[in-house]
């Protein structure tokens, strides 16, 4: 069974330039989350889907992220403008029901220079 | 957010020694768990721990819920190289919010 893919790997932009990361949860996992790792500091919650809701969208930093999960399969996280900060390691998890064992992805780096 | 200290953030010991990471809160966890993450590699779960007092073990790796449940260890004995790695703990954010809190982790190097 295939785990959590992200893509890219790695990403580098410029300051105002938009980017897109990608998630594909475990087939049948209802629950994806968002977490990002910002250099120095822990990995922090973004947000949580279930199938295609957003059920929790807490620790998303500010409305430049956007996050959707249409159809609820894959999941897409814009930065739109990136900043400098919005640089760090960005991963996705998926579980099957709520409570349950989160998967992890290997995660996206992102640079914004 | 209940917050998760970890420590010590590094330590590098050598292969057959026993050592023992801790993560500590002072707010109370209904659970706690453990990662183990190499690079390039997102965080993948040891063990969770739920009940307070309980002890786990995973071959060489010791792991223990304080009584309060804020607290855990993990107790690695006669180190392998194998061992390196950064191992996070991790709870529920609490207060009805979802997803996990993180500790900042410790970088275990083993070496040979």
């Known amino acids: 069974e295939a785990g959590v893919t992200q893509f890219p790997s790695h990403s580098v932009i410029e300051k105002g330039q938009t980017v897109t990361l990608r998630c594909d949860p475990i087939?049948?996992?209802?629950?994806l989350y968002w977490y990002r790792r910002v250099m120095g500091k822990e990995i922090k919650f973004l947000l949580h889907f279930v199938k295609e809701s957003k059920q929790d969208e807490s620790g998303m930093p500010n409305n430049r992220f956007l996050a959707e999960r249409t159809g609820g399969t894959y999941s897409t996280l814009k930065v739109q403008p990136a900043e400098l900060e919005d640089s760090g390691v960005y991963f996705c998890?998926?579980?099957?029901?709520?409570?349950?064992?989160?998967?992890f992805g290997p995660g996206t780096r992102l640079t914004v220079l | 957010t209940q917050l998760l200290e970890q420590s010590p953030q590094f330590l590098s010991i050598q292969e057959g020694e026993n050592l023992t990471v801790y993560c500590n809160s002072s707010s109370v966890f209904s659970s706690l768990q453990w990662y183990r993450q190499e690079p390039g590699e997102g965080p993948v779960l040891l063990v969770t721990?739920?009940?307070?007092?309980e002890v786990k073990k995973l071959k060489r790796l010791t792991f223990q819920f304080g009584d309060a449940r804020k607290d855990s260890s993990l107790h690695i004995t006669a180190a392998q190289p194998g061992d390196t790695g950064l191992y996070l703990c991790?709870?529920?954010?609490?207060?009805?919010?979802?997803?996990?809190?993180f500790g900042k982790g410790t970088h275990l190097i083993i070496q040979p």
């Open positions: 721990v739920v009940t307070g007092g």
């Open positions: 087939s049948g996992h209802d629950n």
């Open positions: 998890a998926s579980s099957q029901d709520l409570g349950d064992t989160q998967y």
């Open positions: 991790a709870g529920p954010r609490g207060g009805g919010a979802d997803g996990l809190t």
